[in-house]
Every structure is written in C-alpha cells, then in structure tokens.
C-alpha cells in the first residue's frame, strides 16, 4: 500500500483544545494528509462523522460535555467494522484506558505527541483501515457472484417447472390442434370456391403458430439429446420454408434460398433443426411484418472449413445492441403479450449446442439481422443412404391401411386424408380391436397412435412382431409427446418412422407413400388366415 493512497484517507480530529488540533492538523498536513476535518466540540462529533465518513478517528478522551468514551459509544461503530478510534491522552489512567479499549478504541497517544510516533501509528492504522476495505470490497463482489449464480439458478429451475407445466398443456393441445390442421388441409385440396381456399390458408396459418407453440413448449420440457439420423440440411430449410410460405406471401416477405450444393449429408436431428430454422424464419418475418421498407429473408446455406454453415438473414429493423446479449435467454421478448412467448431462440441455442454448433446473432439497428448458425460435420458413412430420397416419389395404386387412433376426429381426419390419396382406409380405437382386424383381412400399413386405452403402442407393437411379424416394418407412429425414456428407447427399438404430433397432414402422406413404395409392389406381407 502506497503513501499515496493512505493520504487520501479521511481523518476526523476531535480535541477540546484548539492548539492540539492545529498541531495534529500542521503535523498531518506536512507529510501530505489532505483530507482532514476537526472538531473542539465533542458534541459535534456525531454530525461531523456521518458527514464525512472518516477512515481514522483521533480522539481525546477527557472533554466537557461528552468524554472520548461517551462519544465512541454514540458513533455506534459496528464490531465488524474496522473503522479505528486512536485515543489522545494526556495522562489518563489505566482504568480510563481500560474502559476507552473497552467502547472500541483501537490503540493510545500521549501527550504531549512525539512527532514519528503519532505518525507512524496513523500509518498503521490506516494501512489496516485499507486492507479491510479491500476485503470488504472483495467480499461484496464475491456475494454478488453468488447472488447472480443463486438467480440463475432459481431462474432455471422456475423454467423446469413452468416447462413441464406448459408441456401437460400443450400435450392436451396435440390431439385437437392435428383435428384443426388436418380439416384444414382437407378443405383447402376440396374447395374450388376461391375465397373458401383463403379461408381454409387462414386456418393453417393460425394452426400452425399454434403448432408452433405447442412444439416450442414440448421441447422446452423434453431436454431431450438429439435423435440423429441422416439429414440433408438443404431439405430441412426446405421444407421449413414450405411450412411458412402462406404466412411468408400473404404478408409480402420474400424469401431467398442460396443454398450450396455440395453439401454433406450431416448425422443430426432433423426435427430440432427444422424447429431452429422455422424459430428464425418466424422471428425474422415478424421483425419485418410492419416495415415499409423491402422485406425479404435470404436463406443461405454453404461448407466452410469442415463447418456447415446455415445463415438467415433478413432486411428487418434490427436489434438494438443493448438487448442482443439477452436475446437467447429464455422467455425474454420484446412482443407484446400473445405475440411471443420468448422461448424461440433459447430453443434454438439449446438444440444448436447439443449438436456441438454455434448460434451467434450479428445484427445493427436498422440494417437487419444475420443468424449464424455453425454445425461441424458429423456423418455416419458406414450406413448407406436411402436411395432416391430426393428424387419425387413414384405414383402408387391404393392400399390398404389401418388407422389406429382412440380420438375418432383425429382418426376420420387422417382416414379422409389417405382415402384421397386412393387408399382403403380402416379405423381402430386402440390397439386390442386393430389386432381382431388384422386377424381378419389383410394391410399393407398400419397408421398407430402411442397413447391408447386397453392396448396401447408399445403392447400393441409387441403383438404385432409376434403375431404378424413382417407389418412389424409396416408401421407409423403418431406420438403426443415421448416425454419418458423407456417410450423413446421403445421407439427407437422399434426403427419405425414416427411422427410428431401435431402432424401436417401432408408430412403424414408422404411418409406413407415412400413407406409403401419401399415396400414395392409386392405381395401384403401378411394375409390374415395364413398368419393364423
Ligand atoms: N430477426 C430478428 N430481428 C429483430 N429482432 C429479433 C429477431 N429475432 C429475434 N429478435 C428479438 O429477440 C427476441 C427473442 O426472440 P425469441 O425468438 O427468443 O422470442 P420471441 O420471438 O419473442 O417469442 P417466441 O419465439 O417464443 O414466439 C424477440 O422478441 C426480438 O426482440
Ligand atoms: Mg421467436
């Protein structure tokens, strides 16, 4: 500790007699003391001390009116607190001294002073008067750590809560929300009348935020690692752009893919990565729905370094510096209520992350933003690719399909859907009555939900391999939600596709139309009295 600092120290002189404080004064003064305030009324003191906040008090113990102990006993200085009381005497006794250490003193002067000594001893005084501060200071900082980290924490933990909590509620939601959507679908591929096609897009805009909420909520909650599969970037921005397109036109936003070819199938979670691209697209579209000025979101895709590169761009408003720091935190939005729920780019973050990416936002206000996301490659080269999986899917000729679902409007819904595509479809409500038909006649694909009365997904699954084991491979699954560990390890044992619900009708479509055509042609694989 330099001298430097110690003389910026504040020093409270308190004596009833004038000549001692200008001595004490002049001597401090002369070896740089600056910061010097002096009292001969002792009755002064307490006023004097709560103006100033000295480091060091000097103290004469034997004053009119107040002594030096009376006075050390009203400044009530905490026990914790080192703030040092150096008592002046003249010839005080060592009763008074005993009593002056007692109330709080910290060391004695004689009088008459010896120049070096009351120096020195202010020296010490106020070294250790800094060390403490240092400490304290120290101390402070280290509780705010703790109290930010006990913040954060808590903060975590409300997101726990509340995320399983919404996940109930947006579970509850799957069933009727996929009702919506798919008579929506249905409606807009019957209606000629021009004005009733808008309608039914209305419809499947509001379904789809819906939709989209449902499944930020689920994968708030779910925390789930990624599935991964092999998945071709391209398509997913694709098709995420797709899900969007009504809402992108019908608000004048135009939307521009410059997406690389030559790039790597990557082993990834396709879901998370569509939920990240249709979260940036959303944000974006609304930062843009109010401007005057060009809107439009360019979507570039492209292989740097051994990276995979995934930019979404748009010509929007911005985000201001001061809140580009907290833009991922979870349910932080600048929407109003029931525009946004906030959770849109913490999800983003999260899912980016567990595929070991980065996700990093460059943006200025009033020239728009750029999303960054960077994903290393990750391929899985020892398993070949489904073969034409990009090419259209070749027409095929009706088939037979059994819907299994315990919510008839979700299974009439479905049912219509694949009957115009040219299938005989049948419904069960639950896996105990699909079995009775399948002993009956013969399908070529089972269409199940997971969640069912009397027999449910994985019993029903169960019965199959052993029953009919060739269908075993002829199985979609709509799944609520896989909020369990042994349902996902279940699904994932079983290696059939499964769908997400709520489901895009179309999404359900095509993933029993290439599921029937990798089946070929061929013969059912199994026809009901033979199995038996
Ligand atoms: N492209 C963008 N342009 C301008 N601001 C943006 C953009 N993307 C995100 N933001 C800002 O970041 C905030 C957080 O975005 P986030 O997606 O996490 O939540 P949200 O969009 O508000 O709600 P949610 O996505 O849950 O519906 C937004 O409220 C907005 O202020
Ligand atoms: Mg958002």
């Not at 305030?37 to 709560?50: H, I, N």
């Not at 005993?98 to 009088?111: N, P, Q, S, V, Y």
């Not at 930020?216 to 098709?239: H, I, K, S, W, Y």
């Not at 199959?464 to 896989?482: A, C, K, N, Q």
Request: charged content about 30%.
């Amino acid at each position: 500790m330099g001298t430097a600092v110690l003389t910026q120290a504040r020093i409270l002189v308190v004596d009833d007699e004038p000549a001692n404080v200008r001595l004490l004064e002049r001597m401090l003064t002369d070896v740089g003391y600056r910061q010097i305030r002096s009292t001969t009324d002792s009755r002064q003191v307490l006023a004097l001390y709560t103006e100033s906040q000295p480091d060091l008090i000097l103290l004469d113990l034997m004053m009119p009116h107040l002594d030096g102990i009376a006075v050390i006993r009203q400044l009530q200085i905490p026990e914790d607190v080192f703030l040092p009381v150096l008592v002046l005497t003249a010839d005080a006794t060592s009763d008074a001294k005993k009593r002056a250490l007692e109330a709080g003193a910290k060391d004695f002067l004689t009088k008459p002073f010896d120049r070096l000594e009351v120096l020195l001893r202010i020296k010490n005084l106020l070294h250790t008067r800094n060390l403490y501060l240092d400490l304290e200071r120290h101390n402070r900082s280290l509780e705010q750590i703790v109290d930010e980290r006990t913040q954060r924490l808590l903060q975590s933990e409300k997101i726990a809560t509340m995320g399983s909590l919404l996940a109930g509620v947006a579970h509850e939601l799957n069933n009727p929300l996929a009702v919506v959507m798919g008579q929506a679908h249905l409606l807009r591929s019957r209606a000629t009348d021009p004005s009733l096609v808008q309608r039914a897009d209305k419809i499947t805009a509001g379904a789809d935020r819906c939709a989209r909420i449902v499944r930020n909520f689920l994968a708030l909650a779910r925390q789930r690692p990624p599935e991964r599969t092999e998945v071709r970037v391209n398509r997913v921005v694709q098709e995420a752009v797709e899900l969007l397109a009504y809402e992108l036109r019908t608000d004048n936003v135009e939307v521009a893919l410059e997406l690389a070819e030559d790039l790597p199938v990557v082993w990834a979670d396709g879901h998370q990565l569509h939920q990240v691209v249709v979260n940036l697209v959303a944000n974006a579209h609304q930062a843009m729905r109010h401007m005057d000025a060009e809107r439009r979101i360019t979507i570039r895709t492209r292989l740097e370094r051994e990276r995979l590169l995934l930019e979404v761009i748009d010509t929007g408003p911005g985000i201001p510096a001061e809140i580009q720091t907290r833009i991922f935190e979870p349910f932080f939005t600048t929407k109003p209520q029931g525009e946004g729920t906030g959770l849109g780019l913490s999800l983003c973050k999260r899912m980016v992350e567990e595929h070991e990416g980065t996700i990093t936002a460059d943006s200025e206000v009033g020239r728009g933003t750029t999303f960054r996301i960077e994903l290393p490659v990750v391929s899985r080269p020892s398993v070949p690719l489904a073969a034409g999986e990009h090419e259209p899917l070749p027409p095929i000729a009706g088939k037979a399909i059994l819907v299994v679902d315990d919510e008839p409007d979700l299974a009439a819904t479905l049912a219509e859907a694949l009957e115009r595509d040219g299938h005989h479809v049948e419904i069960a409500a639950h896996g105990a009555m699909a079995l009775k038909m399948l002993g009956q006649r013969a399908y070529d694909l089972i269409l199940s939900d997971t969640k069912m009365p009397v027999l449910d997904g994985e019993g029903f699954y169960t019965e199959i391999e052993r029953r009919f084991p060739r269908l075993s491979r002829r199985i979609v699954f709509l799944t609520g939600d896989i909020l369990s560990r042994e349902k996902r390890e279940f699904l994932e044992r079983t290696g059939a596709p499964h769908i997400l619900k709520p489901f895009d009708l179309s999404e359900v479509r095509e993933v029993v139309h290439r599921m029937l055509v990798d089946a070929g042609g061929g013969p059912r694989p199994e026809s009901a009295p033979e199995s038996r």
